[in-house]
């Protein structure tokens, strides 16, 4: 029997950043750099093919508008495929982080709060 692929953890960010509102590449930089207290600085190489995949996969469109300084910008859109895949994804990965957590708890000479 083959067993589905996970979504990658860069790819899960993404879709989180967009559950909210429309953004473009930059403003999820910064967003995903701010809202993690600066753990995680996703370079723009790594951005954008994790934006053309999620593309590619239906989970995200693309659009352009023009900014309020004037500027065309490519903001990209959670689409309902993107939703399901997310929320889906989103409760796999915490029932994965809570494993982890409990072989972490339970180690000897380790504390977590």
């Known amino acids: 029997m083959e067993r ?8 899960l960010l993404v879709l989180s950043l967009l559950a909210g509102e429309d953004m473009y590449g ?3 930089i910064l967003e995903l750099a701010r809202r993690s207290d600066h753990t995680f600085e996703m370079k723009e190489g790594t951005l954008y093919p994790v934006l053309h995949g999620l593309e590619r996969q239906g989970y ?3 659009y352009q508008q023009e900014a309020p300084t004037g500027r065309v910008r490519k903001y990209y ?3 309902r495929r993107g ?3 997310l929320k889906k ?6 029932e ?3 494993a982890v957590n ?7 000479g380790l504390s977590l709060a």
Do not use: F
């Open 4 to 11: 589905k692929k996970p979504i990658e953890h860069t790819q």
């Open 26 to 28: 930059y403003q999820m």
């Open 60 to 62: 995200v469109e693309a």
């Open 77 to 79: 859109h959670l689409t």
């Open 83 to 85: 939703e399901a895949a």
């Open 89 to 94: 994804e989103a409760e796999a990965w915490k």
């Open 96 to 98: 994965y982080a809570g």
């Open 102 to 108: 409990a072989v972490l708890r339970s180690s000897t």
